[in-house]
């Protein structure tokens, strides 16, 4: 018999019993020791784990708990055993390590996403909103497909990357940015602050509105002109971002929208302060078309900031 659940459910697995005399009967979760020499401990009751006559009561299932379970019924005529495989199922979830990477032209990095949930989850890398493939022979794809690996870093290796994790019941995604340096006589420096200007917060105005197709990942740039910048934020509609978990914004100022569906659309303001609570913003409209194939909305869930 084969059980599948996913994590935090309730569950009875119950043996039918059928005896004229007096019987007992004991749970055994079937394992193997590290010689592969089997070991079977008995299961009484707990918190958790409640046996009864005929049923174990799991409470709060954990990933752990899967395997196979032991019924054994005995009584003065002999014993009778059944064999239960508990498949415990849980979420997708997915982060990306380094959350920000700073690397410079022509030295190594990488980037490894990691996951969790059952059954294990299948890994797709994208960059920049398209996928990366086994095929490209600068950047490789490790362990099964959960690291990248770039033995060089290219000019065009700028950019947000994401991890697509998923299995049969969810899935999940994360990003991160790969931010390209400057080296010159002086050292090491972030390019960005070679062209920038000591002075209040001052933000570039975007030249025009963007529009973008629905179910594609839509990026934007906040372009900073002056330093020092203490933060940067992104609004929708006077509301700061992110509110769900297709929003990511990064340090720098990028904001990125994945997966868009109609609901995207709005009036979207990128925001700048310093440490003396000036600030500079600009604005642009944001207008989402509806593919033909377009995904269903989904509905929004919060994010938590740490």
Partial sequence: MLISLTTNDRRHRDKKISANQAFQVAWERLTTADNGSPQNPVIVGSSRHEPTEGSLLIRKVEPQ?????????????????????????????????????????????????????????????????????DDDVRIRLLDDRHLIQLATVATQDDGIYQCLAYNALTQAQASTQLILGAVNSAGVAEATARVALRGPPTVRPFVSNRTAVATETLEMHCALLTYPIKAVHWEKDGRKLPFHHRQKVFANGTLLLLATTVHDAGKYTCVASNEEGQKASASLHVTVKAGITAALDEQSQPVHST
Avoid at 72 to 93: F, H, K, M, Y
Avoid at 108 to 131: M, Y
């Fill in 65 to 133: 708990d899967a395997g196979k379970y032991l019924c054994l019924v005995t009584n003065v005529v002999g014993e009778e055993r059944a064999t239960i495989t508990l498949d415990v199922r849980s979420p997708v979830e997915a982060r990306i390590v380094p959350e920000v990477l700073t690397t410079h032209v022509g030295q190594p990095a990488s980037l490894r996403c990691v996951s969790t949930g059952r059954p294990p989850p299948q890994i797709r890398w994208f960059k920049d909103a398209q996928e990366l493939l």
